[in-house]
């Protein structure tokens, strides 16, 4: 991506109030606070109020941002909200976002790679406007996950939370954020992971199409703990660089053991890798973008510094990108 024009100018996030701790978890279903620790790493996760949705958490990041970084939204051209959860199967998320906040003349389209969907709308947003289509173009992660979560699964109901946070991404031909990138599917293994809509079958077989989050946790983790060191490898080789010269690794906040394992497959330092998932649980699409504004209200990332951003999960779908840090 030598020839990229994007250059990822500002951020923001924004979590509900509402926490779900690990001793609430206790009385909902038979599990217990140091189980869940030591199996996932997450203390607590957000839950969205009855009457608060995906658009909602995606347009409150949005103000987070333009208040943090005082930039105009009035010519942004392009609004992607990269999600597994919105509102309505139509209008779309970034419509209605587009239409809160009241910008003329902006495209809007909703995104959907599940864990992967920041990765991707990031890959998309860079190309729109590498290719001269855009000049400016929100880039939002956000999940209302507790709205499909099962809490009668106690597997699946310890991971999941509800959060979002936006990037805005601007043509700059001097000084572009992205160096190189990874993508990746193996669509044959999607039924390890999905949410049922107007299907009720999924690869041949009955799919439990109540439309919450089912999981096979064994093999999501083989396939991750597998495959995406070396897509992390791929990433670092396509930029030019070594994967240790890498400043912060920035990866899908599914679970910290995965991501250990991760790490240790890699070779790569968890001491430099960011994640969201201890405070926020797995968030989906939200949790890189979470993770970056966590480590830039705590002064960790430094202009020039090289982020290498991971995402993997449903689809079964995997995207790295390789940016240089420089708001």
Not at 17 to 25: G, M, R, S, V, Y
Not at 138 to 144: H, N, Q
Request: proline share 2%.
């Amino acid at each position: 991506m030598k020839n990229s024009k994007a250059r990822i100018t500002a951020i923001g996030s924004y979590v509900p109030e509402k926490k779900i701790t690990n001793e609430d978890l206790e009385r909902m279903v038979d599990t217990n606070n140091e189980w869940i620790i030591q199996r996932t790493g997450i203390k607590e996760r957000r839950m969205a109020k009855e009457n608060e949705f995906t658009s909602d958490l995606a347009y409150m990041a949005v103000l987070d941002l333009q208040k943090r970084y005082v930039k105009s939204l009035e010519d942004i051209d392009m609004i992607i909200v990269c999600t597994m959860t919105a509102d309505y199967k139509t209008p779309s998320v970034a419509a209605v976002v587009q239409g809160k906040l009241g910008i003329k003349r902006a495209g809007s389209i909703d995104l959907n790679a599940a864990c992967a969907g920041f990765t991707y709308g990031l890959h998309v947003a860079n190309g729109l406007i590498t290719a001269g289509l855009n000049k400016k173009i929100l880039v939002i992660g956000a999940e209302a996950l507790t709205k499909i979560t099962d809490y009668q699964d106690r597997t699946s109901c310890i991971l999941f939370g509800d959060g979002a946070s936006a990037v805005l991404v601007e043509y700059d031909e001097q000084n572009p954020s992205f160096l190189s990138f990874f993508l990746d599917s193996k669509g044959e293994a999607g039924k390890n992971l999905y949410a049922t809509s107007i299907s009720e079958q999924i690869a041949g077989i009955d799919a439990k199409a109540d439309g919450t989050i089912v999981q096979n946790g064994r093999e999501v983790y083989k396939w991750a703990v597998s495959t995406v060191p070396k897509g992390m490898k791929a990433v670092a080789d396509n930029g030019g660089i070594d994967l240790l010269e890498v400043d912060w690794f920035i990866p899908h906040s599914a679970n910290l053991r995965m991501i250990e394992s991760i790490c240790e497959k890699s070779g790569y330092p968890i001491d430099k890798t960011l994640v969201s998932l201890i405070d926020y649980g797995n968030t989906s699409s939200a949790t890189i973008p979470l993770a970056m504004d966590l480590a830039v209200k705590a002064g960790k990332l430094k202009n020039k510094d090289k982020l290498l951003l991971f995402g993997f999960g449903g689809g079964l779908t995997q995207a790295g990108l390789l940016i240089e840090w420089n708001i």
